[in-house]
């Protein structure tokens, strides 16, 4: 090979290496809420659009399209509790009664573009709902 040829791929390489680098976006993860007893290691966080949303007696249950396009579900069963309320945060703040006319219109009826990220640990306990509503 020319002497010529290998600067040219020497220079090309080091172009792209620069340019890799500069326009990398390092991975960040979610910090979880303090409610949150799983360690980060047993921990997962799913963040996306609230396909379906269905509160019963002793369960409430969400179908979300996660920002990573897949389909996940999730199950919270809170049984002689009458409401999943108690693992719910809205924008990572504790859930107050007021806050169910700032996520749904009715019972079991969503505001449209609905946000949710849930924690779900690895150990079978109750998943933490964190709610996003559009902004107002």
Excluded at 13 to 42: D, G, K, M, Y
Excluded at 88 to 99: A, N
Aim: aromatic share 10%; proline share 7%.
């Amino acid at each position: 090979m020319s002497s010529g040829f290998l600067t040219l791929l020497w220079g090309v390489l080091l172009v792209h290496s620069i340019v890799a680098a500069t326009t990398a976006v390092p991975l960040q993860r979610l910090r979880p809420p303090e409610r949150i007893r799983c360690s980060r290691n047993h921990l997962t966080s799913f963040t996306g659009r609230v396909l379906e949303f269905k509160r019963y007696d002793n369960q409430t249950f969400l179908r979300i399209r996660t920002d990573e396009d897949t389909t996940e579900v999730f199950t919270l069963r809170h049984p002689g509790k009458g409401s999943a309320a108690e693992w719910f945060l809205l924008r990572g703040k504790v859930f107050e009664p007021s806050d169910w006319k700032r996520i749904e219109i009715r019972r079991n009826k969503l505001y449209p573009r609905m946000r949710a990220t849930v924690w779900a640990c690895d150990d079978g306990s109750t998943p933490v709902v964190d709610w996003q509503p559009p902004s107002e």
